[in-house]
């Protein structure tokens, strides 16, 4: 089987299973696996301390422009979905609430707006114009 046929099945999957629960499944895998790359480069980021303290604000430095504001916004969006996901289905397996797991994914995507409002509301200043220049935040 070629990863060309792999991808097929996945995309077959999908459109064979639309429901909430197969895209809450999707969902949570693509959310983990964006977290494990983001752990990757983080841990690549904060390596550097071990070398410098010069070397650590270099990078820091290659890090802190709009482009990686924009990331640290999907990193928290990532983190949300995935946080309640997981307790979303936390509560269904092991508390037998599967009767209500669509109720709980309203619950759920109504919490995740609520706490990504928020979030950018707290990163809308990385976002100015100046924020960058002149060693802002």
């Not at 629960?21 to 390596?47: D, E, K, P, Q």
């Not at 946080?83 to 508390?95: A, C, P, Q, S, W």
């Not at 619950?107 to 100015?128: C, E, H, N, R, T």
Request: glycine share 8%.
């Amino acid at each position: 089987m070629t990863s060309d046929s792999k991808l097929k099945d996945v995309v077959n999957d999908i459109n064979l299973n639309k429901n909430i629960g197969n895209f809450t499944y999707w969902v949570h895998r693509l959310s983990g696996i964006g977290l494990a790359i983001y752990l990757i480069m983080h841990t690549y980021v904060l390596s550097s301390a071990i070398s410098s303290p010069e070397a650590f604000s270099a990078r820091m430095g290659q890090v802190q422009n709009p482009f990686f504001a924009v990331l640290e916004v999907l990193l928290v969006a990532g983190v949300f979905a995935h946080m309640l996901n997981g307790l979303r289905i936390t509560l269904t397996d092991f508390f037998g609430w599967t009767r209500a797991h669509k109720a709980l994914f309203w619950a759920a995507a109504v919490l995740f707006i609520i706490l990504m409002v928020i979030a950018i509301i707290l990163q809308w200043p990385k976002f100015s114009p100046g924020s960058y220049m002149a060693g802002g935040n």
